[in-house]
């Protein structure tokens, strides 16, 4: 069976102020020296348009697949400059270490969020002899592969969450309820993003893409901010309601107890996350 994919559906705007340019431009020749250093790829909030003056420089740098077996060894994986750079108050540059073989294992087996970093990232950059464009697309793609169960186990996770929900109540246990209103809210995001085949950024921005989300129901922030900001039965069961109601997500009829056991309480047994972070 051949493996679809989708494009992320975004609107590159990148926005670089004069300051960010300078210390880009400034960090140039201390890669030039490096000779393990192979690409700087940008990414963040100024390569998507919603950077701001004050806003940091995200990224990633590649390097040889030698030089990060290193970096694994001494826990280092983050570019340290050998100086700012960043003439602006409070700028820095945030660049994270990646080989040609860990984009190649993330283009395949990646996390939402691994791959939501990827997303409009562009080289600025590099001593390649080839262009990394189509990797970096490969990486920033939505994997079709385990779509539908994805959509199965979120909307098991939202009736689970309503369950619990009401055990709270019933407990007097605000630790509870707060911890199944951040959750509600997590995976309604996450449902509607994996609807729309957008990959969940991690939690940062999460509201930021639900808002972004081209199909969702009617007044979805609304309840999902009255969730978190008045955490309730009250508050929480509409926003399940909404969700669960909105689509047929296949919550099979032996129950939502079912992916929940798999996907919660057992995820150790197959090695893999839990579907909160993945």
Known sequence: MSRRSHQPCYTPAVQLWPHHEAALASIVPELDDKPDALCLILGGSLVRGWGTEASDIDGHLLITDDAFDRAIAA???VYKPAKSHC???GGYFDLKLVSRRLLEEAAVNGSEPFRNSYVDARVHWS???????????AVATYPEDGHAEKLVTLACHLEGMKWYAGEARKRDDAYLMLWCAQRVVLFAGRLVLAHNRMLFPYHKWLMRM???APDKPAGLRDKMDAAVGSPSVETIEPLCDLLLGWQLWGVPPTGWWNPWIRETEWAWRSGTPSVDER
């Open 75 to 77: 826990d280092d994986l």
């Open 87 to 89: 003439d602006y108050p």
């Open 127 to 137: 001593r390649l002899n080839e262009p990394i464009d189509d990797l970096l697309r």
């Open 210 to 212: 639900v808002d972004r």
